[in-house]
């Protein structure tokens, strides 16, 4: 068994969490929560609609997902002093959006409950750090460029098709940006949030639908078949040890951080075990979340926006039917310029950590893999991105083994 890290001796007192937060910090959590709190759910809409579940089913695994993860995430953040952001895997979900035509509901939460079972397993033994160390940054840091590219592409084209609502976000943006003084007291990305609201409201576009409040977070019994954990375990394994905690482990790197990727990979595990018993998909590090965590303010009260950004998904969770109603109620193009302008510098810092120096060759078939988002055995192109990227590089790129920092 691995030597799990452990948290700090001196853990941070309320006190001090406090005047750690200040606007900034306030802001990057607030982004980060609305970003969780609107295209990845729609995600989950989407899948559970097309397979067949039941609005309790939905509601319920909305809440798992958010309460569950906000709880980890506030109690992870809180102890190391790190942004470690827990939510759940999207790719993952898509995984099962495939697989809900031919398996019931039971049957998949079989599949995450032993999934969350192997990732616990993983975390002790130790092997998931192993791994992570043998693949390059820069490979690491080009699929998280490819998976952060539609964010940039997104920005650009709500810009062209609503720039009623668009424009007046990225000019606010700009001009907080440039303005250091102003920026200083209205981070740039929150002064586009409320730019835009307001535009929203100007145009008479927000237009939520009637419906329940409060989630009813229900207990569901799983049901274990050789099919459907033959067919999951591993692809959804995957998603959330290689897709998404690499990316998260990557962008924490790139920020200056030292996850415990061993401790965060068991918390991962157990997350999904409690979050399956109430209908909820697999927990993951997640990268676009911890991209916004970091993406402003001192690296040293990063974990405050983290905090921030956990305390806000309890309440999601809480009132999770309504919450999704009203964000989704937004223009598209609200959503979509308020998360391009939020990622600009992940994605920067993205592709410079990935084409500054080595594996340059491995990085650029990493990227363009990851966009093309090749589906293998229904595994994503995310991770073939970062098989075939890492046999170019060691095909092509040999020397650069050799000379690894």
Same mark, same amino acid.
């Given at each position: 068994?691995?030597?799990?890290?452990?948290?700090?001796?001196?853990?941070?007192?309320?006190?001090?969490?406090?005047?750690?937060?200040?606007?900034?910090?306030?802001?990057?959590?607030?982004?980060?929560?609305?970003?969780?709190?609107?295209?990845?759910?729609?995600?989950?809409?989407?899948?559970?609609?097309?397979?067949?579940?039941?609005?309790?089913?939905?509601?319920?695994?909305?809440?798992?997902?958010?309460?569950?993860?906000?709880?980890?995430?506030?109690?992870?953040?809180?102890?190391?002093?790190?942004?470690?952001?827990?939510?759940?895997?999207?790719?993952?979900?898509?995984?099962?959006?495939?697989?809900?035509?031919?398996?019931?509901? *039971?049957? +998949? !939460? &079989? %599949?995450? =409950? /032993?999934?969350? @079972?192997?990732?616990?397993?993983? $975390?002790?033994?130790?092997?998931?750090?192993?791994?992570?160390?043998?693949?390059?940054?820069?490979?690491?840091?080009?699929?998280?460029?490819?998976?952060?590219?539609?964010?940039?592409?997104?920005?650009?084209?709500?810009?062209?098709?609503?720039?009623?609502?668009?424009?007046?976000?990225?000019?606010?943006?700009?001009?907080?940006?440039?303005?250091?003084?102003?920026?200083?007291?209205? *981070?740039? +990305? !929150? &002064? %586009?949030? =409320? /730019?835009?609201? @307001?535009?929203?409201?100007?145009? $008479?576009?927000?237009?939520?639908?009637?419906?329940?409040?409060?989630?009813?977070?229900?207990?569901?019994?799983?049901?274990?078949?050789?099919?459907?954990?033959?067919?999951?375990?591993?692809?959804?394994?995957?998603?959330?040890?290689?897709?998404?905690?690499?990316?998260?482990?990557?962008?924490?790197?790139?920020?200056?951080?030292?996850?415990?990727?061993?401790?965060?990979?068991?918390?991962?595990?157990?997350?999904?075990?409690?979050?399956?018993?109430?209908?909820?998909?697999?927990?993951?590090?997640?990268?676009?979340?911890?991209?916004?965590?970091?993406?402003?303010?001192?690296?040293?009260?990063?974990?405050?926006?983290?905090?921030?950004?956990?305390?806000?998904?309890?309440?999601?969770?809480?009132?999770?039917?309504?919450?999704?109603?009203?964000?989704?109620?937004?223009?598209?193009?609200?959503?979509?310029?308020?998360?391009?302008?939020?990622?600009?510098?992940?994605?920067?810092?993205?592709?410079?950590?990935?084409?500054?120096?080595?594996?340059?060759?491995?990085?650029?078939?990493?990227?363009?893999?990851?966009?093309?988002?090749?589906?293998?055995?229904?595994?994503?192109?995310?991770?073939?991105?970062?098989?075939?990227?890492?046999?170019?590089?060691?095909?092509?790129?040999?020397?650069?083994?050799?000379?690894?920092?």
């Amino acid at each position: 068994m691995t030597q799990l890290t452990a948290p700090r001796r001196q853990r941070v007192s309320v006190r001090g969490l406090v005047d750690d937060l200040g606007p900034t910090q306030a802001a990057n959590g607030l982004v980060a929560l609305v970003f969780a709190a609107t295209g990845p759910v729609a995600v989950i809409l989407a899948v559970g609609t097309a397979g067949g579940l039941s609005r309790v089913e939905i509601s319920s695994w909305i809440f798992a997902v958010f309460f569950l993860n906000g709880l980890l995430t506030i109690a992870a953040s809180w102890a190391y002093r790190q942004p470690l952001s827990f939510f759940w895997t999207i790719p993952g979900t898509v995984v099962v959006g495939k697989s809900l035509d031919h398996l019931t509901w *039971p049957e +998949v !939460l &079989g %599949a995450f =409950l /032993v999934t969350g @079972a192997l990732i616990v397993v993983l $975390g002790l033994t130790g092997w998931v750090g192993r791994a992570m160390a043998v693949i390059p940054l820069p490979l690491v840091m080009a699929m998280v460029a490819g998976v952060f590219l539609r964010f940039g592409t997104d920005l650009v084209g709500a810009v062209r098709s609503d720039a009623a609502i668009a424009a007046p976000m990225v000019l606010a943006f700009v001009a907080l940006s440039r303005i250091t003084s102003l920026g200083r007291w209205m *981070p740039p +990305v !929150l &002064g %586009a949030l =409320l /730019v835009g609201a @307001a535009a929203v409201g100007i145009a $008479g576009s927000f237009a939520p639908a009637s419906g329940p409040v409060l989630a009813s977070p229900t207990f569901q019994a799983p049901v274990f078949t050789t099919g459907a954990l033959l067919e999951l375990v591993v692809p959804l394994a995957i998603t959330v040890l290689v897709v998404q905690n690499g990316q998260g482990v990557a962008v924490l790197n790139q920020a200056g951080h030292r996850p415990p990727i061993n401790v965060a990979t068991v918390w991962c595990g157990i997350g999904s075990m409690l979050s399956a018993t109430i209908g909820g998909i697999s927990s993951c590090l997640t990268g676009p979340t911890s991209s916004l965590l970091v993406a402003s303010g001192k690296r040293e009260r990063h974990y405050a926006a983290a905090v921030v950004c956990g305390a806000l998904a309890l309440v999601v969770g809480l009132f999770a039917p309504l919450f999704v109603r009203l964000m989704l109620a937004t223009p598209p193009a609200y959503v979509a310029t308020l998360g391009g302008l939020a990622m600009l510098r992940a994605l920067q810092g993205a592709f410079v950590a990935s084409f500054a120096h080595r594996f340059t060759l491995g990085a650029l078939v990493t990227f363009l893999v990851t966009i093309t988002d090749v589906t293998i055995f229904n595994i994503g192109g995310a991770f073939w991105g970062i098989v075939l990227g890492l046999a170019a590089s060691w095909i092509l790129e040999p020397a650069d083994f050799d000379h690894r920092e």
